[in-house]
């Protein structure tokens, strides 16, 4: 589609919302994926002023469920999954006002009352998008965002990907996590760049046909573009894409394989979750990182032990944003208050001459896990609710294709083997936080 078809649908459905008695401040849920009409219902929610709110389908309803207890939902748009003709419960509370098919489609839109509890939840003013995320004490909160943050973001993103008239912008993941959010659909919208996505995981099956005459940028994991790689490697052949890792951890040595498959070094990305695009990294040695319009990376001093040559990195902007809800000081991504500025001490790097040179690690145990926050501190105080565990001691590290994960080390009472710590994690943890491995160490 071109771009103008796109917002002349997004018009089209923005009368639609009105019609069905959407107006401006009310939140509307979208799950539905990786298609068209998650773009065109976007802009639509924009037209109208209304607040979107993209959910992640890939777990069913039960992430949808969990944001209608948490936020006042007036409107939630679902893509049928055979069973559209049975009424959807939602949570106690909830009126039902009206259900209707959207025009043209097979989307679902139920307009809703949301619990008297839940319209007194204070939203931002200026409020134009909501995303969950995982915050480093495991409560789920949601990142408000304006639409001057997400116009900053979209104009970072398309300086630090070069984006332009000729370039197709090409992702396969969920664009309802926030870091590809950011980088794919903001980067969109700031540039002339040609958006290409698909509803699957399998990249290769999104990559335009003949990339050689085009500019094609992919935003894609580094397990996903590692595995396109050794397949090229194994067909005799090499693509001409220009990959970019919405990771700040990937080790450097990830690079050569990549480089020798797309011909072009690839660029890591540094965001945070609550402000978007941060810093990029050429993965390349002695290359320094460059940090995005209105945010300053600096030296400072170790709050704590680092390994050696670590130095901490300061970042700042101006763009600080409000979470639901807020944040509590002194908890990463929490606002300091004695500061107008958004106040970030978690990264740690190497200095050379060109400036930053490399990430290492952090000094407040938070971590990136399937592109989702975790604070090891969490896991460690979950793992000793165990009636046996006397300690226990969560450490970070990588698959050989980069992927961060989480092994633990623990000491236990009696002499018998604890056959149910792997089932005490599942229990007590969300899935991309259960460690990978567990070693019981001798008292």
Not at 130 to 149: F, K, M, N, P, Y
Not at 353 to 363: A, F, M, N, P, Y
Request: proline share 7%.
């Amino acid at each position: 589609m071109s771009r103008r078809g796109v917002l002349t649908r997004a018009d089209k459905r923005a009368r639609e919302l009105e019609a069905a008695g959407i107006h401006a401040g009310d939140v509307v849920a979208l799950s539905m994926g990786n298609v068209v009409e998650y773009v065109v219902l976007l802009l639509a929610a924009s037209r109208i002023d209304a607040i979107a709110m993209p959910v992640d389908p890939a777990n069913g309803d039960r992430t949808l469920l969990a944001a209608a207890a948490r936020l006042p939902l007036r409107a939630v748009v679902r893509r049928p999954r055979g069973l559209e003709s049975d009424p959807f419960a939602y949570p106690d509370g909830y009126g039902a006002v009206s259900r209707k098919r959207l025009s043209g489609s097979l989307l679902t839109l139920d307009v809703l009352h949301p619990p008297p509890a839940l319209r007194q939840v204070a939203l931002p003013r200026d409020t134009e998008l909501l995303l969950e995320a995982q915050g480093s004490d495991g409560l789920v909160r949601d990142i408000a965002r304006t639409g001057r943050q997400l116009q900053a973001i979209g104009s970072s993103t398309t300086t630090m990907l070069e984006l332009h008239g000729g370039t197709r912008l090409v992702c396969a993941q969920p664009l309802t996590a926030t870091r590809f959010f950011d980088l794919v659909i903001l980067g969109w919208l700031a540039s002339d760049a040609q958006l290409v996505m698909g509803d699957s995981p399998m990249l290769e099956n999104v990559i335009p046909a003949h990339p050689s005459t085009d500019d094609v940028v992919v935003v894609d994991s580094i397990r996903v573009l590692l595995e396109l790689a050794r397949s090229m490697k194994a067909a005799g052949q090499t693509l001409p894409l220009r990959t970019i890792l919405p990771q700040a951890t990937v080790p450097a040595g990830s690079a050569k394989p990549l480089t020798n498959a797309f011909r072009h070094t690839p660029k890591q990305m540094l965001l945070f979750e609550e402000l978007g695009v941060l810093a990029v990294r050429a993965m390349e040695r002695g290359e320094s990182f460059h940090a995005a319009p209105g945010c300053e990376l600096e030296a400072g001093t170790p709050a704590g032990p680092v390994q050696a040559s670590g130095v901490e990195v300061l970042a700042r902007t101006s763009h600080a944003a409000s979470t639901t809800p807020p944040t509590p000081p002194g908890l990463p991504g929490g606002i300091v208050e004695a500061r107008p500025q958004f106040h970030h001490t978690g990264y740690l790097g190497k200095f050379g001459r060109r400036g930053l040179q490399d990430v290492i690690g952090r000094t407040d145990s938070l971590v990136n896990l399937e592109g989702r926050r975790a604070c090891l501190d969490t896991i460690r105080s979950a793992m000793l609710t165990h009636r046996r565990i006397t300690w226990a001691e969560p450490l970070l590290d990588h698959t050989a294709d980069g992927d961060p994960i989480v092994r633990l080390r623990y000491r236990a009472t009696g002499e018998t083997a604890l056959d149910d710590v792997e089932e005490h994690a599942v229990g007590m943890l969300p899935p991309f936080m259960v460690p990978r491995s567990f070693e019981r160490l001798a008292d």
